[in-house]
């Protein structure tokens, strides 16, 4: 799983490794705005809601102030806009802050990013004079204008590479001094957070001659939260689904999905093998949910009432294999959740393994209409309908 920080997270960061990044401020009411626009001086401003998502401009999220009274109007326009596009989802996600900025004067949009690349599993640069777009689009249509880069897991760019940057993005002299140092910072970066993504899109050669970051998107891979505890701070549980956060809570490893069917499964593997299955079967599973090999019948029930708010869902699929996890653990979870709740939904279950006879004998005596079955397959189809 990745913890995802907002653009003024990302630049709160940024700057400490000696970025170039265009004074900024956030505020969460109007009046806050006023004050930061009277503080920094501002007459004119960029206004950008901070959500967990991208495209902000295209959804009218990111704005152009022309006078102090425009920022205050700005301001309370964007703050608690919801927005709505492909990356946020139906549901969409709330705007609670917005950054202010002094605008700057664009010459060229560049597109730099770093992330790690799972196939040759290294740290790897991303560049494009093509910023400002969807780097996935330029990478459809004009693939010859992206650079990529394999970097070691020193975060340490070395000079021939920096070199060939300023090339690939035709900067020359300064700019090409100040664009190379904004990447060497930018890798190191990427490193030293434990980043599973840090792109700056766009990165601009302002009229002034500088390169400087316009936006900033930093994802970290929640593997490496034990020594990130500034970042731990930062994170933002508003900008979930309130099943997500749940599972957050309870340490469920938990993924929304577009499907209907809700699937509790014991191990990751499992968990995709299941999903593939119903894929299989002709259904679509509403989620990825792995209780994992230590829960207990408090975690089990709180994953099963995490399914069932979602009002997606019109049949559950239950598949455990015990190894370490006790089948009746599961059963007891299970049971106690589904009756507290009264459920009407289609409950399928598939136990095996540690402990199954007693899993069994607690579901066929829980009073609860259950439609069993002993291997995945027969499962799958049962849970479909
Ligand atoms: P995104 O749409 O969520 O990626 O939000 P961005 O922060 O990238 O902003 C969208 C676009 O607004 C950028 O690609 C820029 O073209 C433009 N933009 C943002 N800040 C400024 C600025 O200070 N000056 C100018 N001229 N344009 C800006
Ligand atoms: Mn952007």
């Known amino acids: 799983m990745i913890v995802n920080l907002h653009e003024y997270q990302a630049k709160k960061i940024l700057k400490r490794f000696g970025l170039v990044i265009p004074e900024f401020s956030v505020a969460s009411t109007t009046d806050e705005a006023?004050?930061?626009?009277?503080?920094?001086?501002?007459?004119?401003?960029?206004l950008k809601i901070q959500v967990h998502a991208g495209g902000r401009g295209k959804a009218g999220g990111v704005k152009f102030a022309k006078t102090r009274t425009q920022i205050a109007?700005?301001?309370?326009?964007?703050?608690?806009?919801?927005?709505?596009?492909?990356?946020?989802?139906?549901?969409?996600v709330i705007a609670h802050k917005?950054?202010?900025s002094k605008p700057v004067d664009i010459v060229r949009e560049f597109y730099l990013g770093t992330l790690i690349d799972r196939k040759s599993a290294v740290p790897v640069l991303i560049a494009s004079p093509e910023g400002g777009m969807?780097?996935?689009?330029?990478?459809?249509?004009?693939?010859?204008?992206?650079?990529?880069?394999?970097?070691?897991?020193?975060?340490?760019?070395?000079?021939?590479?920096l070199l060939r940057l300023a090339k690939f993005m035709g900067w020359e002299g300064e700019l090409a001094k100040k664009g190379m140092q904004t990447a060497a910072g930018l890798a190191k970066c990427f490193i030293e957070t434990d980043a599973s993504l840090?792109?700056?899109?766009?990165?601009?050669?302002?009229?002034?001659?500088?390169i400087v970051i316009l936006d900033a998107k930093l994802a970290i891979d929640d593997n490496a939260l034990f020594r990130q505890s500034e970042i731990v701070a930062m994170y933002d549980p508003g900008q979930v689904s309130l099943q997500e956060a749940a599972a957050k809570e309870y340490d469920l490893a938990y993924i929304p999905m577009h499907g209907?069917?809700?699937?509790?499964?014991?191990?990751a593997?499992?968990?995709?093998?299941?999903?593939?299955?119903?894929?299989?079967?002709?259904?679509?599973p509403a989620n990825f949910l792995d209780v994992g090999g230590s829960a207990d019948k408090e975690k089990v029930a709180e994953g099963f009432r995490i399914i069932l708010s979602d009002p997606k869902v019109r049949s559950i699929l239950v598949n455990i294999f015990g190894g370490i996890m006790n089948c009746a653990t599961?059963?007891?979870?299970?049971?106690?959740?589904?009756?507290?709740?009264?459920?009407?939904?289609?409950?399928?279950?598939?136990?095996?393994?540690?402990?199954?006879?007693?899993?069994?004998?607690?579901?066929?005596?829980?009073?609860?209409?259950?439609?069993?079955?002993?291997?995945?397959?027969?499962?799958?189809?049962?849970?479909?309908g």
């Open 73 to 92: 109007q700005l301001a309370r326009e964007l703050i608690g806009m919801k927005m709505i596009n492909q990356q946020t989802g139906p549901d969409g």
């Open 198 to 210: 840090l792109e700056i899109n766009p990165l601009v050669q302002t009229k002034g001659g500088d």
């Open 34 to 46: 006023k004050e930061i626009a009277e503080q920094l001086g501002l007459d004119q401003a960029v």
């Open 134 to 161: 969807e780097i996935e689009e330029v990478a459809l249509k004009t693939p010859e204008k992206i650079l990529t880069m394999p970097f070691g897991f020193d975060g340490r760019l070395r000079s021939y590479q």
């Open 260 to 267: 209907d069917i809700g699937c509790m499964v014991n191990g």
């Open 98 to 100: 917005i950054l202010i």
């Open 269 to 284: 593997g499992l968990a995709m093998a299941t999903m593939d299955m119903i894929q299989l079967c002709g259904g679509a």
């Open 330 to 384: 599961i059963a007891e979870g299970v049971i106690a959740a589904a009756q507290e709740l009264k459920i009407r939904l289609p409950l399928t279950v598939r136990l095996e393994g540690n402990n199954v006879e007693e899993g069994k004998r607690l579901f066929r005596e829980s009073g609860l209409k259950i439609q069993s079955a002993d291997d995945l397959k027969t499962a799958a189809q049962l849970a479909v």
